[in-house]
């Protein structure tokens, strides 16, 4: 039975009321009216400033797990999910809100693995608060890539043997969440949201495997826990930099995991100097030649995500043909890690095949399919 508009305006006004009163004072919410409450919001039924406090308000007083799971299941309901017949399926989220200060590199992963016969997806957005950077969808655009491909296109890339990659834009798989944007905009800081919607299936398959990365040391197990929610078969969290899923060329890095769904949470460290990785740079720097702009705003990028773009497709491409550097170590070290949870073949034979791989040439040639 369809809600009433005075049920919606009674549970929004009851949520608002208890999660908004102040930091001593501000209670939890339940999974259930979490996820009842964002999915009124997804469906246009709340007023855009309920929406913008129900969301600043679970940040200020910090979501529980639970509030986190409801936002998540609604999330999960709004999503167009489609199916493939690939047997695995690797997923890959960088922060949807991509890269500023370093030239992000994982978008050239996809080829790679793709390479070796792991059918692999990427998902984003153009651009979004509250750092406005360079993402997979904005490199892919310079590349000449339609990154606003349908379902049927994407599952046509991925079950392509000499293919075997594809990004999927948010835009498209949930077109309910993609309208908020401006609403996230306005409210400036990052909400709920932004934790929860990179945690998603725009495509499935037999079995489902995600990567996704961290900075802040409480979220490997939110995301693990998410990820069992989404119905990821195997799931990894890395510690990279700006949190994607590459980590530091120059220490250790940790990979939080779970090996089958019903498995407890885990975690090894990668050091890039066990696999012959030895850098001065920490990931890949924006050339000195790019212009930084002024802003006193200290998350923004400084430097126009276009230059990032059309930067990060140039060092890529060299990469992919076989120039060596800081791109290099970043495909190898991230396409290692992945290839190393998939195959559960030792770390360092991974690496030396991803790198044999990258050296052939032959992934460049499928990157540009």
């Known amino acids: ?49 309920q929406s913008a406090i129900f969301l600043i308000a679970l940040r200020m007083k910090r979501e529980t797990m639970d509030e986190n799971l409801g936002v998540h299941d609604a999330i999960i309901d709004s999503t167009i999910t489609e199916t493939s017949s690939c047997e695995n399926l690797i997923n890959i989220a960088d922060p949807y809100d991509g890269f500023s200060r370093n030239l992000p590199s994982s978008i050239f992963i996809l080829p790679v693995l793709a390479e070796l016969g792991y059918p692999i997806l990427s998902h984003g957005v153009l651009a979004v608060g509250p750092k406005y950077g360079c993402t997979h969808h904005l490199t892919l655009k310079e590349l000449g890539y339609n990154s606003l491909n349908s379902h049927e296109e994407i599952i046509d890339r991925l079950e392509d043997k000499n293919i075997g990659w594809a990004y999927a834009d948010q835009s498209i798989f949930n077109p309910k969440l993609y309208s908020l944007m401006e609403l996230r905009k306005k409210i400036i800081k990052r909400p709920v949201i932004t934790t929860v919607e990179v945690l998603v299936k725009p ?46 060329l120059r220490q250790a890095g940790k990979v939080h995991f779970y090996e089958n769904i019903n498995d407890q949470d885990d975690m090894f460290e990668i050091k890039p100097e066990d696999l012959d990785i030895l850098q001065s740079s920490r990931a890949v720097d924006i050339p ?11 998350i923004e990028s400084k430097v126009d995500a276009i230059d990032i773009a059309k930067a990060t497709l140039k060092s890529g491409l060299d990469a992919l043909s076989g120039k060596d550097g800081p791109m290099m170590s970043c495909i190898q070290l991230g396409s290692a890690i992945i290839l190393h949870r998939i195959s559960g073949n030792n770390l360092e034979q991974c690496s030396k095949e991803i790198l044999k791989v990258i050296k052939s040439g032959s992934a460049l040639d499928r990157f540009k399919k």
């Open 203 to 248: 495509v499935t398959s037999k079995n489902d495997h995600y990567f996704t990365g961290f900075v802040h040391n409480p979220y490997p197990p939110i995301y693990l826990e998410l990820s069992r929610n989404a119905g990821f078969q195997s799931a990894s969290v890395i510690r990279g930099t700006e949190g994607g899923i590459i980590p530091s």
């Open 1 to 49: 039975m369809s809600k009433s508009h005075t049920d919606i305006q009674e549970n929004i006004k009851s949520v608002i009321q208890r999660i908004a009163t102040g930091p001593e004072l501000s209670k939890n919410i339940s999974r259930e009216e979490a996820k009842r409450t964002m999915t009124d919001i997804l469906n246009g039924k709340i007023d855009p400033v």
């Open 288 to 298: 000195e030649d790019i212009i930084r702009k002024e802003t006193k705003d200290k």
